[in-house]
């Protein structure tokens, strides 16, 4: 197997990660897996089934294991059972964290409430007594709390490794198939995943076969990216596929998809995306071409970051720069060994910008960080102000900059999740208005949901067909996840990129002072391709 054909599923499983919620194994390295590759197909089912049913969390994630090397196809519709029993057990597990974080969010009600009680008492010694009764009942309550989550997410990344499992195992064993018996299991694949109802079952049919050298695999990839009926977000998944395997025929698609109205933005993003990965000589004309479109917004930017990609030299985002540059240099220019990090060039001057970060986006989100903790003066920074009102500063000014014919929305988070709107809004005077008295309103206040804001910002920005509600984010905080669905920064950052490598946002973050985790938001606009700066 080369290098490419592996690089094409560490592109592709992240898609998986987010969709069908996937994590890392939870089990070591060095943890014996079950082997029995000379047992019949009964026998592993029944090994499978009981593994299952164990409530021995270790036994249980071996379960999907007892299908490696196996050559019967059925084996795929067994495995297909197993996932939605596992999909049943996580929804469980998913519910219970609802009930918990409820009582979360009460006991923060409770604090809150007991010390207004407090001060309307006069600070007397009885008040103060009461306040600090309802204070130690709500620490215990909001301790608790956090001690189920952590067990509760304990639950979920199992969950989450068994799935993954999953996904490798068929991949695995279809590269122990050839002919007839591949060809079978391919249709009962694409039968079972492919056209199963919800979106996460088609990534996982292209998460599991992208690793398969084989031609019948090369064939159904190109069959997905060129069937229009398919979801544009699954053309461009498989198209990504065939990229990282270095497949040739993409480069004609991508041209293709260069073309395309930019309803179709997905593709079209798409196209760039698989040119940028192929690291082809050939693509610098017609990238360059593009960008002479009249239309482009954010597309002019990602074309842009391609071709200083592709060609180790930035000549900025119009076509006819680009175009001089080759006519002069395209006989004597030597393409780079790999594709170049583009993750400073800084796009045009045009648009609006957030704490000094421009964007080209006329579709934009906001998701800004109101957590106790911006009630703080920023030293050095504001005469004073603190980090909370310089921040509306900011987001207020952006957003007035704003054309009337561009998109946008706010979302606010502390240690709960608070969106402006449920969708994006035209940015008209009476909006912004609007969201200027809304934004002047709100007050700092509780812990850090990092994750839940994120997840609930990719829900209204991306949908799976037509251009992007909401194509760029910008990310600021001032500190690290302390509530939530999720806390862990890595998992968080492998579940975002998941989201992205369909919704293709650019994502820029900006940290707010010295108590934030510069690594997280650096990794974070990676992801997104985009800035991230220290304020």
């Known amino acids: 197997m080369t290098a490419r054909v592996r690089f094409s599923f560490r592109r592709v499983l992240p898609l998986v990660l987010a969709l069908a919620l996937l994590a890392p194994p939870a089990a070591g390295e060095d943890e014996k897996k079950p082997e029995i590759p000379q047992a019949s197909f009964n026998e592993r089912l029944s090994a499978f089934k009981k593994a299952l049913k164990s409530r021995d969390p270790k036994a249980r994630s071996r379960a999907f294991d007892y299908w490696r090397g196996c050559p019967d196809p059925r084996a795929v519709s067994e495995i297909t059972k197993g996932i939605k029993k596992v999909e049943g057990d996580e929804s469980k597990v998913y519910k219970a964290m609802g009930v918990t974080e409820a009582g979360y969010e009460k006991a923060f009600s409770d604090l809150e409430a007991a010390k207004r009680t407090m001060d309307m008492g006069g600070n007397n010694a009885k008040a103060i007594e009461r306040y600090n009764k309802t204070a130690r009942k709500v620490s215990k309550a909001l301790d608790g709390a956090v001690m189920k989550l952590k067990n509760l997410q304990n639950d979920l990344t199992r969950n989450r490794a068994m799935l993954q499992q999953a996904v490798l195992v068929v991949g695995d064993m279809l590269k122990e198939l050839d002919g007839d018996p591949l060809a079978d299991a391919m249709a009962l694949l694409a039968q079972e995943w492919l056209q199963a109802k919800g979106d996460h079952w088609p990534v996982r049919w292209v998460a599991a076969i992208s690793e398969v050298n084989h031609p019948l695999v090369t064939e159904s990839l190109r069959t997905v990216v060129t069937n229009a009926e398919m979801a544009d977000s699954l053309r461009v998944t498989a198209m990504d596929a065939l990229a990282a395997r270095a497949d040739g025929w993409v480069l004609g698609k991508a041209f293709e998809w260069l ?206 067909t037509g251009p992007p509600n909401l194509d760029t984010i910008f990310f600021l905080t001032d500190g690290n996840p302390t509530a939530g669905k999720i806390r862990d920064a890595k998992t968080i950052l492998e579940t975002v990129k998941g989201w992205n490598e369909t919704a293709k946002m650019t994502i820029h973050c900006i940290g707010i002072g010295k108590q934030h985790d510069a690594d997280f938001l650096k990794a974070l606009a990676r992801i997104g391709d985009g800035k991230y700066v220290r304020r």
């Open 259 to 464: 073309k395309l109205p930019l309803e179709k933005s997905p593709l079209v993003r798409g196209g760039i995306a698989a040119l940028r990965t192929m690291h082809d000589k050939r693509a610098i004309v017609p990238l360059s071409k593009f960008l002479d479109r009249q239309d482009l917004k954010l597309e002019r930017n990602h074309a842009h970051l391609a071709l200083v990609s592709l060609t180790g030299v930035d000549h900025g985002p119009y076509g006819g720069q680009w175009t001089k540059w080759w006519e002069d240099n395209h006989k004597t220019f030597v393409m780079p060994k790999g594709p170049k990090e583009t993750g400073d060039v800084a796009p045009p001057k045009k648009g609006t910008t957030f704490y000094g970060i421009q964007t080209f986006s006329d579709r934009i989100l906001f998701i800004v960080d109101i957590s106790g903790s911006m009630d703080k003066v920023q030293k050095g920074v504001g005469g004073g102000k603190t980090k909370m009102e310089i921040c509306k500063q900011e987001l207020i000014g952006s957003v007035f900059n704003l054309n009337t014919t561009d998109t946008f929305n706010v979302i606010f988070f502390n240690h709960q999740v608070i969106p402006w709107q449920n969708r994006k809004v035209q940015a008209t005077e009476g909006k912004k208005k609007l969201l200027k008295t809304w934004v002047t309103d709100q007050e700092p206040l509780g812990g850090t949901n990092i994750y839940d804001a994120l997840e609930l910002g990719f829900k209204i920005a991306h949908r799976v």
